[in-house]
Nanobody, 115 residues
Framework: VQLQASGGGLVQSGGSLRLSCAASTSILSLNRMGWYRQAPGKQRELVAVITSGGSTVYADSVKGRFSISRDNAKNTVYLQMNSLKPEDTAVYLC??????????WGQGTQVTVSS
């Protein structure tokens, strides 16, 4: 699966951004898709995932602020990020897991939140 991420940028604290991840295959054929992030000097961490059945999981640090959704017709998953904080600054990476549990990664998109 090829993944194309977009939507990052520079935003002030309290602002919003929406990330998009377009897949090269039907996202309904995938086990799940999600977003991870990696800040400088830190380990990659899960931000949010959405399963083929529509269930969602969020990191505690983003609950109530971020929302993951999908458009099946466009084979695209979105991450709506509201009330952004400087600690949300990271490279955000899109991930897909197929039914054979093989993982694919898109290129990262930089999100920078200024205080």
């Amino acid at each position: 699966v090829q993944l194309q991420a977009s939507g990052g940028g520079l935003v002030q604290s309290g602002g919003s951004l929406r990330l998009s991840c377009a897949a090269s295959t039907s996202i309904l054929s995938l086990n799940r898709m999600g977003w991870y992030r990696q800040a400088p000097g830190k380990q990659r961490e899960l931000v949010a995932v959405i399963t083929s059945g529509g269930s969602t999981v969020y990191a505690d640090s983003v609950k109530g602020r971020f929302s993951i959704s999908r458009d099946n017709a466009k084979n695209t998953v979105y991450l709506q990020m509201n009330s952004l904080k400087p600690e949300d600054t990271a490279v955000y990476l899109c991930n897909a897991l197929n039914t054979g549990y093989q993982s694919s990664w898109g290129q990262g998109t930089q999100v920078t939140v200024s205080s």
